[in-house]
């Protein structure tokens, strides 16, 4: 799991209503290397809740270069384009938890998937 | 499996290099477990597998974002009670005209979809792919078949949804053509 696809996973227990972001748990993250794209960066920025991402890079280890709050001329600057990539794209969450702020559920992350299938009591 | 895809739209020229990331969701962890090691085996990293039923986890923060929608639904017709059952029978119990997953992921289209969005989904004769069409009219969508063909017993077709433009010009060309 990328912190991309951390970024849109929100609890959907039945009544749950501060299920986002997840906390991340992190028991094992792997690096790859993803390919660069500054027009796809571009693209994405608008849709990524800029705190969810630096609290999930805060967990899984690549926070640095992340600013607190970067606006869309941020998007020009290389370093910060490299920076956003890296934390977006290139780093996997292989093994750990995802757990709903509100009610503490675990959803397990084995080999890169989350498994987010629920309950019957909580649909 | 549902695979949702964020990426630039059609519209910009073929000249630019162009990536996407990809989310793949299934109910069935065999399937999703199987898709990731298919993934892996070919080096493809922009694809990332989520066990999930019905996109549920995905809906609320990914409204308005899904540039391509692809799903294979289970789409057979069978009594509905075999929907709800689990087990294999899902990945093709689709209900009372096999409509009944179907059904549920088109309500979620208008939500989903960016504002270029498009949805290409598999179905059978049985499903009425043209009746889809004219009724997702009604709520903004224009469709077609984008390709049939027959598989044994199955007539499959692939339906092609997306928005209608906003000045609709009926002579103008579907996005992607």
């Known amino acids: 799991m990328k912190l991309l696809t951390h970024n849109m996973l929100s609890c959907h227990i039945k009544g749950v209503k501060n299920g986002y972001p997840f906390l991340i748990e992190v028991i094992k993250v792997s690096e790859h290397e ?13 849709r990524i809740n800029w705190l969810a991402f630096l609290q999930g ?3 899984m280890g690549c926070r640095e270069g992340l600013p607190e709050a970067p606006t869309e001329t941020y998007l020009e600057d290389e370093q910060f384009q490299k920076a956003f990539h890296h934390a977006l794209l290139e780093v996997t969450l292989e093994e750990g938890s995802l757990v709903c702020p509100e009610t503490g559920r675990r959803f397990p992350v084995a080999k890169g998937i989350p498994n987010m299938l629920l309950n019957e009591d909580e649909c | 499996m549902a695979s949702l895809v964020a990426g630039p739209s059609f519209g910009h020229p073929a000249a630019h290099r162009r990536t996407c990331q990809l989310l793949a969701v299934d109910h069935s962890l065999a399937a ?50 075999e929907v709800e059952r689990g087990g294999i029978a899902s990945a093709w119990a689709g209900g009372y005209r096999g409509r ?4 549920r992921v088109l309500q979620l289209l ?13 179905t059978v004769a049985e499903n009425e792919p043209q ?6 009219l ?21 339906l092609h949804l997306w928005r209608q433009p906003a000045g609709l010009d009926t002579g103008a060309p579907a996005p992607g053509q």
């Open chain 2, 110 to 122: 208008p939500e989903l979809l960016s504002p270029r969005g498009e949805l290409f989904m598999v």
């Open chain 2, 131 to 136: 009746g889809i069409i004219e009724e997702m």
């Open chain 1, 57 to 59: 890079a805060e967990a």
């Open chain 2, 32 to 81: 999703v477990e199987a898709t990731r090691n298919t993934l892996q085996a070919h080096q493809v990293t922009e694809v990332d597998v989520i066990a999930a039923s019905l996109l549920g986890p995905l809906v609320d923060k990914l409204r308005g974002s899904v540039d391509i929608m692809v799903f294979n639904p289970p789409y057979v017709p069978t009594p509905d009670e």
């Open chain 2, 100 to 103: 009944r997953i179907i059904d």
């Open chain 2, 138 to 158: 009604g709520f903004g969508f224009l469709g077609r078949i984008a390709a049939a063909r027959q598989a044994d017993e199955e007539a499959l077709q692939i």
């Open chain 1, 34 to 46: 993803a390919d660069f794209d500054p027009d796809f960066l571009k693209h994405i920025f608008p």
